[in-house]
């Protein structure tokens, strides 16, 4: 396997995850139809890595393409869109697919993304080789937004995240679970994190929502996710992390009170969304210690931030809302 994407920490640098000095990684316009690619997730394939990636087109249709890289770094992303087959139902409709997460379980690569059916939801694919892809049933009724899997399953269920959402730009939103005996038929939905009071941790006090796939680690799930504030000036999109416990994964044993990764450098603070750290993907290295998070920013370009996993469960765990 290919070591994962990395820079250490720069001297002066006292945050316990920092940026990659190449942000933004991956241009807005990296293929020729597009206006934006952010929101996008990675995963370990073959000899190096392959995503998927959010381009928004030039007429802002949103839609995920597949993307290979040998570092994790440099990315040649396709430059037509994901064209799916029939999966685990009839082909469905889709007037739009954004913000994707992928992760591997059992043998094959399992995508969710919110997906256009009468209004944003969850939906769901596979993939294999990262050229043939099959659409599956949605995981849930409209609205919903952040469908993020666990890389295994639970108790003998595949395992989700969700935001319950509305169709519009969502003044709200908690993070909730749901279990699947056949990743068709969803159900045991539970509440797992609601956001934090305003005088505790304003940064997460209007809607979070969970983004990369979450880590196993010996205290539990190393869940890291998107907390919004909103300002005089609109929404600002900071990342978090919490711990979440292994086997009842709704219950929430630690939660940053401060933020790991806040809007700050200037493809964070300026784009076509201004102010968005939106964490989608995370490779880790348990043995070397390492995490690396990819996250859109500013709804325009993707960027990386690292951290050593000991660190950021400790401050995790000594920060704990
Ligand atoms: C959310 C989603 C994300 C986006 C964020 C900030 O509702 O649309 O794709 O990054 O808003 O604009």
Known sequence: MQPIP?????????????????????DRYAIPTSNSIFNSA?????DGFA???????????MNIF??????????DINHEPISF???NTEMIDSDYKYDPRVTFIEDRYWITWCNGYHGPTIGIGYTFDFKEFFQCENAFLPFNRNGVLFPEKINGKYAMLSRPSDNGHTPF?????????????????????????????AWQCTKIGAGPIPIAIDEGWLMFYHGV???????????GAAILDKENPDKVL?????????????????GDVPNVVFPCAALHDAKEDKVTVYYGAADTVVAMAHGKLSEVIDFIKTNSL
Request: glycine fraction near 8%.
């Open 6 to 26: 990395w820079q250490d920490k720069p001297q002066n640098c006292n945050d316990v995850m920092w940026r990659n000095a190449a942000n933004p990684i991956i």
């Open 42 to 46: 990675v995963v370990p394939f073959e």
């Open 51 to 61: 995503g998927v990636f959010r381009c928004d087109n030039k007429a802002v249709q």
């Open 66 to 75: 597949a993307g290979f890289s040998k570092d994790g770094v440099h990315w």
């Open 85 to 87: 087959l029939a999966g």
């Open 173 to 201: 939103g908690d993070i909730y679970i749901s279990y699947s005996p056949d990743m068709k038929y969803w159900g045991e939905h539970r509440c797992v994190m609601k956001v934090a009071p305003f005088t505790d941790s």
């Open 229 to 239: 504030i909103n300002t005089c000036n609109g929404f600002r999109y900071a990342m």
């Open 254 to 270: 630690y939660r940053s009170q401060p933020y790991l990764l806040g809007p700050a450098a200037p493809y964070e603070l300026a």
